[in-house]
């Protein structure tokens, strides 16, 4: 069985058996070097991609390590228990902040009035 081949000059030639087999040959030699480069390249990716994810880890856990550092017993606390003592600790330290603005307000009254009464 024959092959034709086009050529630039839009001229069609025949192919022997044996040339067509070569060009299978090329051409299956290329297709498995591009199934080899792109398995390479998604390695390369699948690499890198998993440097990224052990990165934020990384980073995940040294906020995690800060975070146990900055609530009082949070040390000894597991990651979820660390998340409610943390929201606990906040609502907290934002009722000691109304408490002292409150405080202070107060205290300032007091002042102006000691001051229009000569005190």
């Known amino acids: 069985m024959e092959e034709t081949l086009a050529t630039p000059d839009t001229t069609r030639r025949s192919l022997s058996p044996s040339c067509s087999s070569a060009v299978k040959s090329r051409a299956a030699g290329f297709e498995r070097r591009t199934k080899r480069r792109l398995s390479e390249t998604k390695a390369s990716v699948r690499e ?54 409150v405080l202070t307000s107060f205290l300032q009254r007091l002042d102006q009035e000691d001051m229009k009464f000569g005190g």
């Open 48 to 101: 890198d991609y998993q440097e990224e994810e052990e990165e934020e880890e990384d980073e995940v856990k040294e906020k995690i390590e800060a975070l146990q550092r900055i609530i009082p017993g949070g040390t000894a606390l597991g990651v979820d228990a660390l998340f409610e003592e943390t929201a606990g600790y906040i609502m907290s330290l934002q009722c000691q902040i109304k408490t002292i603005k």
